[in-house]
């Protein structure tokens, strides 16, 4: 069980806006990008196929507190803050790497569906055991002290 994932990016030239840093719609790509190979590392991908289903984001808010750059070093944080009835909600924190500074945070409401009728489904406990919920008090604030 991976608690925290981390996303290695290296910033593309196509990811930089007029205004000579990322563009803030790429944030949105590269968390859903992290959870998505968290999913995958974690066997929830294999299991929600396998329950006929998907995982369908119904919200995100993002956090800027600092531009990246072209060829900046970016490390993204993901976890799974909690579940309830159809819906998880996980967030993400975004490092570079080469000042460690915060450059900003997120989070995303996923709803799992039933794949042939979009209809919202119960998230079985077999599904929601693929992680570890991470408590508020205990969200990675480094991303070179996970456990």
């Known amino acids: 069980m991976i608690r925290i994932y981390r996303h290695d990016i290296e910033v593309p030239s ?42 369908v984001i119904r919200s995100h808010q993002i956090e800027y507190l600092r531009p990246a750059f072209n060829k900046d070093h970016i490390i993204v944080l993901t976890w799974v803050s909690n579940f309830r009835k159809v819906r998880s909600l996980r967030k993400y924190r ?38 570890e919920l991470i408590p508020e008090q205990s969200e990675p604030l480094d991303f070179e002290k996970l456990p």
């Open 14 to 55: 196509s990811a930089i806006d007029e205004n000579g840093h990322v563009n803030n719609v790429q944030y949105v790509q590269w968390m859903q990008d992290a959870a998505v190979q968290h999913s995958n590392a974690s066997g929830c991908t294999q299991t929600t196929l396998e329950l006929g289903a998907t995982w």
């Open 94 to 131: 975004f490092f570079r790497k080469s000042d460690k500074a915060i450059l900003a945070n997120g989070e995303t409401d996923w709803v799992l569906v039933i794949s042939s009728s979009g209809r919202p489904l119960a998230i079985p406990g077999h599904l929601a055991a693929k992680f």
